[in-house]
């Protein structure tokens, strides 16, 4: 029969592998921005495949819309307040960090793209009016993160696995319809949406640490009382 390895090993393994989901997209996003701050080669492959995609219509515009901040962060609230509720309720320890971590991550994604905009100073594509700031993208990082958020603190809350599977590729379809509505209508070059995607992969890894792989990321309290008997526990499990 084959051997299981020790915890510790398993740990280690867990560790290193999400040390590589999130040194990825980092060092992914760090020589995307260098190409754009230095005017490398990648620019001029995205320049020339902005002008082979940019076709504005209303269709894309629709779809653009789905990262904007009225539309996306109102689903991001309502995740984070059913994931508050269902883990207060369960009494789960810590019920009150998947959540938070939902809310810190979308409130990073400002924090961030703001000064890189300034910084980076990158102009638009030919089909929007002449102006700087377009890297990366507001509008696809905040759907990463909203979407992509609210998809990992519903997960812990869903048994069915069709369930599972459907909010996930639901998640992926409004990420990418984003996506591709941004780079169709000329709101932004390729490479800013592709930076978007690995500065919310790198926010997102926070959020999924948090929500661990229980309900909600959190475990039932298993301690004990002075008296010795189990901690009471109310709500749904």
Not at 4 to 33: C, G, H
């Amino acid at each position: 029969m084959p051997v299981s390895a020790p915890p510790r090993a398993r740990s280690a393994l867990a560790l290193r592998a999400r040390s590589a989901l999130v040194a990825l997209p980092l060092l992914l996003f760090a020589l995307i921005t260098w190409q754009v701050v230095a005017d490398g080669p990648l620019v001029g492959v995205d320049e020339r495949l902005s002008a082979r995609l940019v076709r504005p219509d209303r269709f894309s515009e629709l779809l653009s819309d789905l990262g904007n901040v009225q539309v996306a962060v109102p689903v991001l609230v309502v995740a984070l307040a059913y994931t508050a509720w269902r883990g207060r309720a369960a009494g789960a320890d810590r019920w009150w960090l998947p959540p938070l971590a939902g809310a810190v991550a979308m409130v990073l994604v400002p924090a961030l793209v703001a000064p890189l905009k300034e910084w980076t100073d990158r102009p638009g594509t030919p089909a929007v009016p002449p102006a700087t700031g377009y890297y990366p993208s507001g509008h696809t990082a905040t759907a990463v993160v909203a979407y992509g958020a609210a998809t990992l603190l519903l997960l812990g809350r869903l048994r069915a696995p069709a369930v599972r599977r459907a909010l996930v590729v639901l998640c992926a379809v409004l990420v990418l319809g984003t996506s591709y509505g941004l780079v169709r209508r000329g709101y932004h070059w390729p490479l800013d949406v592709l930076a978007s995607w690995c500065l919310g992969a790198v926010l997102l890894a926070g959020v999924a640490l948090a929500a661990g792989p229980g309900p909600a990321g959190v475990s039932r309290s298993t301690r004990r009382s002075s008296s010795g008997t189990p901690s009471s526990r109310s709500g749904p499990s």
